[in-house]
T-cell receptor, first 113, second 109 residues
């Protein structure tokens, strides 16, 4: 079955700097890769996703890149702000089969003022 | 449109007590899930239901049972609570993406 690894487990950046979180997956059939943000004491919420027919997707200060050959994808946050502090989870699935998501273990991002 | 509603939000149980966590969604999603999240850890799948009338075990099903009562509702039951079941429990539903409930913080003493 699918296995998703995520690095780093914790990340501290200065406000205004960029943050990058990387995930790798094992099943080459996976074609859908969402990212979830979980603020302290809150529920995980979808922030961006990418399908395997696209190499990069941007939404304001966040972007996701996908390298299908290497089976890894990354979340990029530019101009970080204190409200970006949260736990971020990546996930992988085979979308057209309605498969369950396999989540990575999470990255705790701290944006220091 | 409430999304995914979980009750209760907080609960303290004594070891050996039983309880049921309730989850309901109003988005007409087929798939529903129960996850647990321990401090500093990720999401671990307990049980899921791909459609009304079906349930399947996830990664950590021991000590739990589930019921998919209808398309809207998916409940999680602890028959004899143990301190190891102290956790935050999230219900979720899905068509394309997961929508999570607000969570139940359960403490077993």
């Amino acid at each position: 079955g699918e296995n998703v690894e995520q690095h780093p487990s914790t990340l501290s950046v200065q406000e205004g700097d960029s943050a990058v979180i990387k995930c790798t997956y094992s099943d080459s059939a996976s074609n859908y890769f969402p990212w979830y943000k979980q603020e302290l004491g809150k529920r995980p919420q979808l922030i961006i996703d990418i399908r395997s027919n696209v190499g990069e997707k941007k939404d304001q200060r966040i972007a996701v890149t996908l390298n299908k050959t290497a089976k890894h994808f990354s979340l990029h946050i530019t101009e970080t702000q204190p409200e970006d502090s949260a736990v971020y989870f990546c996930a992988a699935s085979i979308a057209d089969r309605g498969q369950n998501f396999v989540f990575g273990p999470g990255t705790r991002l701290s944006v220091l003022p | 449109n409430a999304g995914v509603t979980q009750t209760p939000k907080f609960q303290v149980l004594k070891t050996g007590q039983s309880m049921t966590l309730q989850c309901a969604q109003d988005m007409n999603h087929n798939s529903m899930y129960w996850y647990r999240q321990d401090p500093g850890m990720g999401l671990r799948l307990i049980y899921y239901s791909a459609s009304e009338g079906t349930t399947d075990k996830g990664e950590v099903p021991n000590g739990y049972n589930v019921s998919r009562l209808n398309k809207r509702e998916f409940s999680l039951r602890l028959e004899s609570a143990a301190p190891s079941q102290t956790s935050v429990y999230f219900c979720a539903s899905k068509i394309k993406d997961y929508t999570f409930g607000s969570g139940t913080r359960l403490t077993v003493v």
